[in-house]
């Protein structure tokens, strides 16, 4: 059953549940920070409204940079306002940044030690009609390999306006995932977010499914199918990818037996990874990841894709019970 | 201090240099004595600092992006009495404040991590709009190589700083014609420097970078240029000081041994 101190949409379930972008959340969000901290600057590459910057590019003009398509230089001027105490959120496209400018970001950011935001938007298959160059698949591990660097990836919109607010109150360097296509509003105002505190939106202990981004309603939709089959499922929303909710997820191991990631990601050194790092070193138990298996993507439309790269209810619930015939070897 | 005193200076910063690099066993030796003219001009004349407080918030920003010249960088700020001159023989070893590449938060008074080639400039042209931002009136002084005007980042600053009018930035290229792999017209073409940077609307000034006083000159004039942010080309000779390192690409990224480094301290202690 839903956990109630999860505070989750009451109308997570209904057909015509409101759905967001999560870069919705984080233009949103982005604007609440500059009123809270006039400290907080944004820059982007050229993409000011599709990364949803451009609300407050209009509100604080004098505190938005444009920087061209120039991904590099945008993580380094960023850099270089932080080491005064600005707080840099440099907004593009996942593929772009922290894509092309990984090595920028390694060294004047993360080994420096400030500040900087990378928010990088339009991530995964959902990218839709666009095609494989620009969704970005590899972006987690990417980041989480970084020492000094944060690593989120919320669920909706609502948690991404959190997230954003959360980071400008950070002093360490962040990445923010997100979004192009429309994802349901899973969670309220009143849900709790923390950053590096994973959250049970879904209690049970036969399996847990440990899921980021779109994928978390995905897994609560697998849960409530199930429950009528009498599969107890947990589902954990781990909208922080680094740091880990390690005690979560050990607890999910030593509570459930078995476990199973759902990510809109590579199977290789995304969230799955990150589980399995910390559960084979602490509580080994069978382990299931889902994301998208060494390939790239391609154009078609969001459902379409998430569908082709079995990123579904239905490819959670068929990993599920396969892990529990395992589990019960 | 005078210019005959800041030559001096120069003089024994380079010997500081190569004991460093000897007891080091490895570095960048010929950017290091190239650059010691500059690096002379900049901490006992040219920039407002105060070593006993690195953070203070009114001191000007020097920003090395070719952070493997970083000897000389060190040498100066051991001398202008950020640490102690004994720690300058630390350079290289484990658990050392002056890591082979400059590191902000290893020691105080090191504005921005740097080594990997290109990133510098436009961290300085962050800083630079950031105190704009603020109404600061210290500057910054971004010292670039040559050999990183390869990289597209560096461009991508140069245009950025030229589109925003950076006028309290001030970026130095030590133009010596060398990089790793050779002189820097065979290995990729960067001539002419100037008509470059002039398209991208900076105000260029050529300079003798061995010229105590066209130095000094250089860095007053750039202060003086309040529409566009100056770039300083500095001709430089790699190994300055030091005739058989002078000139030779080879000694970019090695270091002298213990007979080199007697024939190289002879030589400067003879232009005392």
């Known amino acids: ?329 | 201090m005078n210019i005959h005193k800041l030559e001096e200076t120069a003089n024994l910063i380079r010997q500081d240099i190569i004991k460093m690099l000897l007891e080091a066993g490895s570095g960048h030796t010929a950017g290091s004595l190239g650059m010691t003219d500059i690096f002379a001009a900049l901490y006992f004349h040219i920039l407002n600092y105060d070593p006993a407080k690195p953070g203070w918030s009114g001191r000007d920003r020097l920003v090395l992006s070719n952070g493997h010249i970083c000897p000389v960088l060190y040498a100066s700020m051991a001398r202008a009495g950020y640490f102690p001159a004994s720690e300058l023989k630390t350079l290289r070893k484990l658990g050392s404040r002056l890591q082979g590449h400059p590191h902000r938060t290893s020691l105080p008074g090191i504005e921005t991590t740097s080594g990997p080639l290109g990133s510098g400039l436009s961290q300085a042209a962050g800083l630079a709009l950031a105190g704009r931002m603020d109404k600061a009136s210290w500057r910054v002084i971004c010292l670039t190589s040559d050999g990183e005007h390869d990289e597209g980042n560096t461009w991508e600053a140069v245009m950025f700083a030229g589109k925003n009018k950076l006028h309290n930035l001030t970026a130095v290229i030590d133009r010596n014609n060398i990089q790793i792999d050779g002189f820097t017209e065979d290995v990729m073409p960067l001539d002419s420097l100037r008509a470059k940077y002039e398209a991208f609307n900076w105000h260029v000034i050529e300079i003798d970078g061995h010229n105590m006083q066209e130095i000094i000159n250089s860095f007053n004039k750039a202060k003086t240029i309040l529409e566009k942010p100056t770039v300083i080309i500095a001709h430089t000779i790699p190994g300055k000081g030091v005739s058989f390192m002078e000139g030779k690409y080879e000694w970019h990224g090695k270091s002298p041994n213990k007979e080199e480094t007697k024939r190289a301290l002879a030589e400067l202690k003879n232009h005392d």
């Not at chain 1, 949103?28 to 920070?33: D, P, R, T, Y």
């Not at chain 1, 160059?133 to 000094?148: G, K, V, Y």
């Open chain 1, 1 to 329: 059953m839903i956990n109630p101190k999860a505070y989750l949409n009451p109308k997570l379930f209904d057909p015509g549940v409101e759905q967001a972008p999560t870069r919705n959340g984080y233009g949103e969000g982005l604007v609440l920070a500059g009123e809270e901290d006039e400290q907080v600057v944004a820059l982007c590459a050229d993409l000011t409204e599709s990364t949803k910057a451009k609300a407050f590019a209009e509100k604080f003009p004098q505190r938005f940079i444009e920087v061209g398509v120039a991904e590099q230089n945008l993580v380094t001027v960023a850099a270089g306002m932080a080491l005064l105490g600005k707080i840099p959120f440099a907004s593009s496209f996942a593929t772009f940044s922290p894509g092309r400018n990984w090595e920028q970001i390694r060294t004047t950011v993360c080994y420096n030690d400030v500040p900087v935001k990378i928010v990088g938007s339009h991530v995964g298959v959902s990218v839709g009609p666009d095609g494989a160059t620009h969704q970005a698949l590899e972006d987690i591990a990417m980041m989480r390999s970084l020492p000094n660097m944060i690593v989120i990836s919320p669920a909706d919109a609502i948690e991404a306006k959190k997230a954003t607010l959360a980071m400008a109150k950070l002093s360490k360097p962040c990445y923010l995932r997100l979004s192009r296509d429309k994802t349901p509003v899973v969670t309220t105002e009143q849900t709790p977010f923390k950053i590096g505190k994973a959250e049970i939106f879904y209690e049970g202990d036969d399996v847990a499914v440990i899921a980021t981004g779109p994928m978390v309603y995905r897994a609560l939709l697998a849960a409530k199918e199930l429950q009528l089959r009498k599969i107890s499922v947990r589902v954990i929303n781990c909208h922080t990818i680094k740091p880990l909710d390690k005690q979560l997820v050990i607890n999910a191991a030593k509570d459930c037996g078995a476990i199973v990631t759902a990510e809109e990601h590579q199977v290789t050194g995304g969230l799955g990874g990150a589980v399995a790092e910390v559960i084979s070193q602490n509580f080994p138990v069978p382990l299931k990841i889902i994301g998208v298996e060494d390939r790239f993507g391609e154009s078609g439309e969001s459902e379409e894709l998430f569908t082709k790269f079995g990123l579904t209810k239905e490819a959670i619930m068929k990993a599920i019970t396969h892990i529990l015939r395992v589990k019960e070897r």
